[in-house]
């Protein structure tokens, strides 16, 4: 069965400093790989994707991952977090056909000003 | 620009009550997608539908039906509430499966 995992659960960090949220998948299948992010007591909004081509995706707000296929991981990254990024980050998987996402457990991030 | 409505944002319903939630897709978007988010908890996939046709059927219980309409919106029935029901209920929609899938505010279920 299709399974994404992120590694990091809950992360705090100082705004400014760097950000990179871990997300593996198992799928033998061609994938196409998201983010999602969801503000306390919003809906999920994308934050990018990966269909195919430049493994290297540039997304909203500064974010980018990194497809690395050999390693089944989509890792998340920003260079510098600012408060407002305080948000629960989901990567997820459209699985099969029909696309279906499957999610990861998610990463609650929290950024001190 | 326009984006998935959910209807009603927020239900509250008592044990083996019955419930209906509504999704309006964006327009031109012909598949649509139900998750459940428990508290804590990542979006579970619950059911699909492409053109009118269910696609795809998740961790759906039997309780649950659902179908998409003529004009494409989307309804989840949800009969014989149980406590554990109670969680946020979203709808996606996109143009075509395996494309970007477009998240609606959510339906907040309290089952007391």
């Known amino acids: 069965a299709q399974s994404v995992s992120q590694h990091n659960h809950h992360v705090i960090l100082s705004e400014a400093a760097s950000l990179e949220l871990g997300c593996n998948y198992s799928y033998g299948g061609t994938v196409n790989l998201f983010w999602y992010v969801q503000y306390p007591g919003q809906h999920l909004q994308l934050l990018l994707k990966y269909f195919s081509g430049d493994p290297l995706v540039k997304g909203i707000k500064g974010f980018e991952a990194e497809f690395i296929k050999s390693k089944f991981s989509f890792n998340l990254r920003k260079p510098s977090v600012q408060w407002s990024d305080t948000a629960e980050y989901f990567c997820a998987v459209g699985s099969g056909n029909t696309g279906k996402l499957i999610f990861g457990q998610g990463t609650t991030l929290q950024v001190k000003p | 620009a326009a984006g998935v409505i959910q209807s009603p944002r927020h239900l509250i319903k008592e044990k083996r009550e019955t419930a209906t939630l509504k999704c309006y897709p964006i327009p031109r978007h012909d598949t649509v997608y139900w998750y459940q988010q428990g508290p804590g908890q990542d979006p579970q996939f619950l059911i699909s539908f492409y053109e009118k046709m269910q696609s795809d059927k998740g961790s759906i219980p039997d309780r649950f039906s659902a179908q998409q309409f003529s004009d494409y919106h989307s309804e989840l029935n949800m009969s014989s509430l149980e406590l554990g029901d109670s969680a946020l209920y979203f709808c996606?929609?996109?143009?075509?499966?395996?494309?970007?899938?477009?998240f609606g505010a959510g339906t907040r279920l309290s089952v007391l």
């Open positions: 996606a929609s996109s143009e075509g499966p395996r494309s970007i899938q477009y």
